[in-house]
């Protein structure tokens, strides 16, 4: 009875939260997956499994060579998962077919890019809510900018900066920042504007310069814009430097695992590498928020 209690409890509140919902919808897609890969190997395997023998292919063989291809159109689950855990727990982190290895690499390039792109973009939003020149003028420009895709900006900015003898890591960063800029720059900009004419006035009563209401009005009052706009701002970033080692054929990181899986067919290497940038992602948006509610916390702002 004492057991059964906090057993009931716990069921309770799974039901009640956002864990059951959470749940039910990864089962579902877990299923839907499954489906999907016994139904896109099916020909391929089946055709195999009819040449290897005399055409006559049990229905229980057909369905596990769906389900264990080696070249699967669509890999099964479980075959991913058993691909993150040779390429994590099986080698060293500091091995090329480390998993490890090739996230580093390209959470380096999404830091940078990151760190330059939110720079950039809180100083944009500074000047255009600061200049009606710059806002009138600029503004337009920073949303025309995301108008171009940026698989056609990328090949362009790693030859140009490959052309001046820049490679590396800077050229991709430049193309994480390039996606990353934007939203801090809109969300900041709005931020900035959120305070109420009252409190404007007020400061302007107390003959406050332009830089004092930005450091005691403006930017407390940006800092839940800011920080929901660099949660977009950094899953694009790492976009960017994804999309920046592609073009360059690299060796190294995220892109190059997506390459190599590619060249050689082997579906289940890409979607590794997917799942990695997925977690990485999560990780980094998690981060950010952790940060937010400390800043948050300290500083007093209405979250």
């Known amino acids: 009875m004492g057991y059964h209690g906090p057993v009931r409890r716990l069921g309770r509140r799974i039901a009640g939260g956002r864990t059951f919902p959470v749940l039910t919808v990864c089962l579902v897609i877990l299923i839907l997956w499954y489906v999907g890969a016994i139904f896109l190997n099916w020909q391929t395997e089946g055709d195999r499994l009819a040449r290897m023998g005399d055409g006559v292919v049990p229905f229980g063989d057909h369905l596990a060579a769906t389900l264990s291809a080696q070249r699967a159109v669509l890999p099964a689950p479980h075959q991913i998962a058993a691909e993150i855990w040779k390429t994590t727990a099986t080698v060293s982190p500091l091995s090329r077919r480390s998993l490890f290895y090739h996230a580093w690499v390209t959470l380096s390039s999404t830091l940078l890019?990151?760190?330059?792109?939110?720079?950039?973009?809180?100083?944009?939003?500074?000047?255009?809510?600061?200049?009606?020149?710059?806002?009138?003028?600029?503004?337009?420009?920073?949303?025309?900018?995301?108008?171009?895709?940026?698989?056609?900006?990328?090949?362009?900015?790693?030859?140009?900066?490959?052309?001046?003898?820049?490679?590396?890591?800077?050229?991709?960063?430049?193309?994480?920042?390039?996606?990353?800029?934007?939203?801090?720059?809109?969300?900041?900009?709005?931020?900035?504007?959120?305070?109420?004419?009252?409190?404007?006035?007020?400061?302007?009563?107390?003959?406050?310069?332009?830089?004092?209401?930005?450091?005691?009005?403006?930017?407390?009052?940006?800092?839940?814009?800011?920080?929901?706009?660099?949660?977009?701002?950094?899953?694009?970033?790492?976009?960017?430097?994804?999309?920046?080692?592609?073009?360059?054929?690299?060796?190294?990181?995220?892109?190059?695992?997506?390459?190599?899986?590619?060249?050689?067919?082997?579906?289940?290497?890409?979607?590794?590498?997917?799942?990695?940038?997925?977690?990485?992602?999560g990780l980094l948006v998690g981060l950010v928020g952790l940060a937010e509610r400390a800043v948050l916390k300290r500083t007093g702002a209405r979250p």
């Open 113 to 281: 890019g990151f760190a330059i792109g939110t720079g950039l973009g809180i100083l944009l939003a500074i000047g255009i809510v600061h200049s009606k020149t710059l806002d009138k003028s600029l503004m337009p420009w920073v949303i025309t900018s995301q108008t171009i895709p940026i698989l056609a900006v990328a090949p362009m900015v790693i030859v140009v900066l490959a052309a001046v003898n820049v490679t590396g890591l800077l050229p991709k960063a430049i193309i994480s920042m390039y996606l990353s800029f934007f939203p801090v720059t809109v969300g900041m900009v709005k931020g900035l504007r959120s305070p109420d004419a009252m409190h404007l006035d007020l400061m302007h009563t107390y003959s406050a310069s332009k830089s004092q209401i930005l450091a005691k009005l403006r930017l407390p009052a940006s800092l839940p814009f800011l920080f929901t706009s660099m949660k977009v701002a950094v899953a694009a970033a790492l976009v960017g430097a994804i999309v920046g080692e592609l073009p360059t054929g690299a060796v190294a990181g995220l892109g190059a695992r997506l390459l190599a899986g590619s060249y050689y067919g082997q579906t289940a290497i890409i979607w590794a590498a997917l799942v990695a940038a997925s977690i990485m992602a």
